[in-house]
């Protein structure tokens, strides 16, 4: 069987690692037919990689689409405010279409591209890869067979952890609203989309609360400077220094994505030229760091949501409490606990360790993605129509937290944006 032809735009840490990777490794499922990358080192990696032609390797997207090769798909990885227009032109050109979370960064924008995609009848999935897990399919499974009578409500942490937090948040390609989306967006899409299918019904009102709270100049310890290797006094109890994350013997992520040159010397001249050598006090960072949101859904099912990046690890826990019993679990532990109410038991279902990103959820995902273009069978768990839906959930949320986190209406916020 032949593999679904597909161009790549963006060969970032999710494009080269997640993407680009998995068509190294299963060439007969997906193969990269050119790719469109601003970075020279990072583009003629996938070059060689996948063995692409110079005139198929391109700095930017626009190029590429205007010297298109014979393909069926594209993958869309580049940087949030750089989705819009690519996706409209490869609805235009009726490709199937794989893009990263967040599909917009907008209201606007998603209004736009969600009445452009009514029409479109190829594949068009967002990579919502939760969905995907072993760990939160079990969980979909149990409610759905009744294991805890009726759902009732759900508590959702997403424990982002102290290290993911100042690369990516602080340091990195969304700490800033202005170049990149409202963190609640930008990492907690998500989670929003995960409540949304546990909940099985629509969202009918939010409302959030939270801040920039600890990562800004008035909280910097005395004396530091503005790159941690310019001497900093607080370089032994800082858990922030950057000596501490890309200077050890890891060198895949975060230390990936700092620079293409993961020797020592490389990773240092990065650090003391590049954002991720800043400290986390002195970066130019405006997107909350600690995060509440509460939702009711239409169907009476009651959520408390919290984003927090003062965790000492990146996981994800959950509780959902029904009238019969209770579910519990953490994601990285591949355990799940159901508690029975009547028989007082205690199931404890223990999961395969996964492999690969976002706990197995990558590769599925993209097998997914495949599967369905090949039978052009418009889309399999992630359905365009419920992405739009999480993203107009998280894009209320933010509007309550930066307006006095009032209880924003759903219905009322998608027709108006406000």
């Known amino acids: 069987m032949e593999p679904i032809k597909a161009v790549l735009l963006g060969a970032g840490n999710r494009g080269m690692y997640v993407y680009a990777e998995y068509a190294k490794m299963n060439p007969r499922m997906l193969k990269i037919m050119a790719v469109a990358e601003p970075d020279g080192v990072k583009r003629k990696r996938i070059q060689e990689d996948h063995h692409i032609p110079d005139n198929l390797a391109f700095p930017s997207w626009e190029d590429l689409f205007a010297r298109l ?18 996706l409209a032109e490869a609805m235009a050109r009726n490709l199937h279409i794989l893009c990263e979370k967040p599909i917009v ?22 990579a919502h890869v ?33 290290i993911h937090i100042s690369h990516s948040f602080v340091r990195g390609n ?19 989309d995960m409540l949304y299918w546990l909940a099985g019904a629509p969202c009918e009102s939010v409302s959030s609360y939270g801040n920039l709270n600890y990562f800004k100049a008035e909280n910097a310890p005395p004396g530091a400077p503005k790159r941690c290797l310019e001497g900093c006094p607080a370089m032994i109890e800082c858990p922030y220094h950057v000596s501490k994350i890309y200077l050890t013997d890891n060198i895949r992520w975060p230390t990936n994505v700092i620079t293409t040159d993961l020797s020592m ?26 995060q509440t949101v509460m939702m009711r859904f239409k ?6 949501f919290i984003m927090s990046g003062f965790t000492m690890l990146t996981h994800r826990t959950i509780t959902l409490f ?6 519990a679990g953490d994601m990285e532990d591949s355990q799940i606990k159901v508690k029975d109410f009547s028989s007082r038991n205690v199931d404890v279902i223990e999961l395969a360790k996964p492999v690969g990103g976002h706990a197995g959820g990558d590769v599925n995902f993209v097998t997914d993605f495949v599967r369905m273009a090949r039978d052009n069978a418009g889309a399999g768990r992630n359905l365009i129509k419920d992405s739009f839906e999480s993203h107009f959930m998280s894009l209320a949320a933010e509007a309550s937290r930066t307006g006095g986190s009032r209880l924003i209406n759903l219905d009322d916020f998608r027709k108006n944006g406000r």
Not at 299 to 304: A, Q
């Open 322 to 327: 029904g009238t019969g019993g209770e579910i």
């Open 69 to 86: 090769p014979p393909c069926e798909a594209v993958i869309i990885a580049t940087q949030d405010q750089q989705h819009a227009a690519p």
């Open 299 to 304: 169907n009476g099912v009651s959520v408390n």
């Open 265 to 290: 010397e490389g990773r240092l001249k990065a650090l003391e030229t590049g954002p991720y050598g800043r400290c986390v006090f002195h970066c130019d960072n405006d997107v909350v760091d600690h």
């Open 174 to 192: 969304w700490r800033n609203l202005r170049e990149s989306s409202p963190m609640i967006l930008a990492k907690s899409c998500h989670d929003m």
């Open 105 to 126: 960064p907008t209201w606007e924008e998603c209004r736009a591209i969600e009445g452009k995609a009514a029409g479109f009848s190829k594949v068009f999935m967002i």
């Open 130 to 162: 939760l969905k995907y897990t072993s760990f939160f399919s079990r969980i979909k499974e149990l409610l759905d067979a009744g294991r805890i009578g009726k759902l009732i409500g759900m508590d959702l942490i997403e424990n982002v952890g102290h």
